[in-house]
T-cell receptor, first 115, second 116 residues
Framework: KAGVTQTPRYLIKTRGQQVTLSCSPISGHRSVSWYQQTPGQGLQFLFEYFSETQRNKGNFPGRFSGRQFSNSRSEMNVSTLELGDSALYLC??????????????FGPGTRLTVL | AQSVTQLDSHVSVSEGTPVLLRCNYS??????LFWYVQHPNKGLQLLLKYTSAATLVKGINGFEAEFKKSETSFHLTKPSAHMSDAAEYFC??????????????FGSGTRLQVQP
């Protein structure tokens, strides 16, 4: 069974631009969560989508948004990029809402560099 | 509110010796606790989880962790380190907030080095 895939794996953008990252969950998984990983802040939860609805949200500004399609694939968008947005963005999928009884499976991440 | 503290940012052991990665947590509600491992340029992989059943939890690759409520700890151990264990390890706490929403908090990570 194919794992979680994220595209692209690497991305370079300049300040002020916007970017869209994509995540395809494991087949049969309906929940997709997004995380930002930086050396300074560590791993931080961005948001979780289930059945095309945002079910959970972390403490990030409105420049960070996402959506989920009917096939459970998800996209994350960051507008007006800042240098501090440079990070590894991880996507994770689970059958149901992520929690103790629904293990999350992580993708390899998209490394975003903002110049 | 909840938080996770991984007490060591780096741990170095020799191959074949025991591994101890320390994690303390705080949570207003009964938490679930997890350990994840991240190898370079890879996503996170679940090692083990505690969900209010047995306090000693066994995971993959010979790792185990013990939930100690009185000490608010969830330390990860392995009797004998292998070179392939070199990676970054994250302790994670999950519980429901007053809002009814689940919050997931990651520790800052511990980088494990294994010397030959």
């Amino acid at each position: 069974k194919a794992g979680v895939t994220q595209t692209p794996r690497y991305l370079i953008k300049t300040r002020g631009q916007q970017v869209t990252l994509s995540c395809s969950p494991i087949s049969g998984h309906r929940s997709v969560s997004w995380y930002q990983q930086t050396p300074g802040q560590g791993l931080q939860f961005l948001f979780e989508y289930f059945s095309e609805t945002q079910r959970n949200k972390g403490n990030f500004p409105g420049r960070f948004s996402g959506r989920q399609f009917s096939n459970s694939r998800s996209e994350m968008n960051v507008s007006t990029l800042e240098l501090g947005d440079s990070a590894l963005y991880l996507c994770a999928s689970s059958r149901g809402l992520a929690g103790p009884n629904n293990e999350q499976f992580f993708g390899p991440g998209t490394r975003l560099t903002v110049l | 509110a909840q938080s996770v503290t991984q007490l060591d940012s780096h741990v170095s052991v020799s191959e074949g010796t025991p591994v101890l990665l320390r994690c303390n947590y705080s949570s207003s509600y009964s938490p679930s606790l997890f350990w994840y491992v991240q190898h370079p340029n890879k996503g996170l992989q679940l090692l083990l989880k505690y969900t209010s059943a047995a306090t000693l939890v066994k995971g993959i690759n010979g790792f185990e962790a013990e939930f100690k409520k009185s000490e608010t700890s969830f330390h990860l151990t392995k009797p004998s380190a292998h070179m392939s264990d070199a990676a970054e390890y994250f302790c994670v706490v999950s519980s429901y907030m007053d809002t009814g929403r689940r919050a997931l908090t990651f520790g800052s990570g511990t980088r494990l080095q294994v010397q030959p």
